[in-house]
C-alpha cells in the first residue's frame, strides 16, 4: 500500500492547518502560506497578505544561503542543511517561521514561550495533515 499524497494546499487546507497550529501552547497568533506566498489564511486581524509576503521573504533568504553559501568553516555546514524554521527575536516578542511541506507557518509567540517548543508541537500538528 503507498502512501497518500500530500493534500493540495487550498484555502480550506490552509484554515484546517492555521485552526490547528492556532491551539498549541505558546502561540498567539499564526499566519499560514503557500510556497509562492499564496492561499494566506490567519488566525488573527493581521493583513494575511503581507504576512505570506514576510515568511516567502524570510524563507526565500534564507534557503538562499544554502545554495551557495561559502563552503569554509560554518558556510558548510548551512550549505548542505535543508531549512526547518527561522527564529525572529523582537522588542515585540519572538516569532518563528516553521517550513512546512507545500507552505509556511509564520507564528508569533506567546510572552516567554520557547520556541524549539513551539516549533516541534506545529511540526507534530503539520505531520497529521501530511
Not at 499524497?5 to 499566519?31: C, D, H, W
Not at 535543508?82 to 509564520?106: K, M, N, R
Given at each position: 500500500?503507498?502512501?497518500?499524497p ?5 484555502e ?10 492556532a ?9 499560514v502560506?503557500?510556497?509562492e ?28 544561503m ?16 535543508q531549512?526547518e ?9 519572538d ?11 509564520l507564528?508569533?509567540?506567546?510572552p516567554?514561550a ?17
Amino acid at each position: 500500500m503507498s502512501a497518500s499524497p500530500p493534500p493540495t494546499f487550498t484555502e480550506a487546507f490552509a484554515q484546517r492547518l492555521v485552526n490547528a497550529i492556532a491551539l498549541a501552547p505558546g502561540v498567539r497568533e499564526v499566519t499560514v502560506c503557500g510556497r509562492e506566498g499564496d492561499v494566506a489564511f490567519t488566525s488573527g486581524g493581521a493583513d494575511c497578505r503581507k504576512e505570506a509576503a514576510l515568511a516567502r521573504f524570510l524563507v526565500q533568504q534564507a534557503e538562499a544561503m544554502t545554495d551557495d553559501g561559502d563552503l569554509r568553516g560554518i558556510g558548510r555546514t548551512v550549505a548542505t542543511s535543508q531549512l526547518e524554521q527561522i527564529t525572529l527575536s523582537g522588542a515585540e516578542g519572538d516569532s518563528l517561521v516553521v517550513v512546512i511541506p507545500d507552505c509556511f507557518a509564520l507564528v508569533e509567540l506567546h510572552p516567554g514561550a520557547a520556541p524549539a517548543n513551539v516549533a516541534a508541537s506545529i511540526r507534530a500538528v503539520a505531520r497529521r495533515y501530511q
